[in-house]
């Protein structure tokens, strides 16, 4: 993927700043989705089995599910369409930060390229003052924020990187985030209006219990950021009645609940309209784009549910693109290191896997 630069020609003399940008990234060709897979499940985070037994388990577990994968990615192409997207996005925030003088922004996927060490090297070549690490990840989990940084400091090892390097966590209830995500919501709610009485459900990415019950904060941030975007829809919309909900359940794991599709039935019960937003996600993807276009719209009309609109993903949305300008700029500002807390504030001592709780700050 291309990254973007972006020159403030006026004043040469201003540092050189790399944005890298964490997220998962995606098969980009039917070929790919079977090693794809096999990085998802063999990494630590995912699997925490030592190796050999890990690598075994992920050989194993990604043969046998290529096939359906390969399936659910024909529904819109054969390939994800989130690298293309990311690559927008880094375009749009670059452009954004273009007053800081030279600006690089590059991705760094974590199971399919460009991964961290191309990255790395992009960076290495650049020659940075500073590095600022973003997150594509709203809410910090050990299962992609901690997993995407541990890739890269790994890289970054190896690519001879010494550069100070500033880190925004996460960003649940950051301003920008909620402005963009009322936006949308706000226009498919109208859209519904007509339809009687409607139901917001904010669906995330689902996690096994027991990695909450580890000290995983991933599930407090979505419950911040879904209250502080109700909050914000609260006065057009003071009866709205909503609710979070959880996605992409696999394996036999017990997981954090309520499910997406117990919702949608909830909703097909009380028949109410349905408005669904991808929370965890600012990237259309195969979970956003098969299973909450595709078959959670097949499962409303089978229980009974007068009208389903799914919100599309942040992706370039101006105020979206703003906000993650603006947490580049505080975490700058904030000097080497993680960035202040923002709007949701710190996680509660519970969640020890918090990266604040980690480094005792």
Partial sequence: MTNIIGTAEKDMDNERIAVVLFNLGGPDSPEAVQPFLFNLFNDP?????????????????????????????????????????????????????????????????????????????????????????????????????????????????????????????????????????????ARALDEVGGRGRSRLLFSAHGLPKKIVARGDPYVWQVEQGARAIADALAPDHPDLDWTVCYQSRVGPLEWVGPSTEEEIARAGRDRVAVVLTPIAFVSEHSETLVELDIEYRKLAENVGVPAYRRVCALGTEPAFIEALAGLARRALAAGPGLAPCGAAGPCPGAHRLCPRAREGT
């Fill in 45 to 185: 985070a995912i699997i925490a089995a030592p190796q050999p037994l890990r690598w075994c388990l992920a050989t194993m577990v990604s043969h046998r599910r290529a096939p359906t994968a390969r399936k659910i990615y024909a529904e819109i192409g054969g390939a994800s369409p989130l690298n293309a997207e990311t690559a927008r996005q880094a375009a749009a925030l670059a452009a954004a930060l273009v007053d800081l003088g030279a600006v690089k922004v590059v991705s760094a996927m974590r199971y399919w390229h460009p991964m961290s060490d191309a990255a790395a090297a992009e960076v290495k070549a650049f020659a940075p003052d500073r590095i600022v690490l973003l997150p594509l990840y709203p809410q910090f989990s050990s299962t992609t924020t901690a997993s995407s940084r541990a890739a890269w400091e790994r890289a970054a090892r190896r690519a001879g990187i010494a550069a100070p390097t500033h880190e925004v966590c996460c960003y649940p209830a950051e301003p920008g985030f909620v402005a963009a995500h009322r936006a949308l919501i």
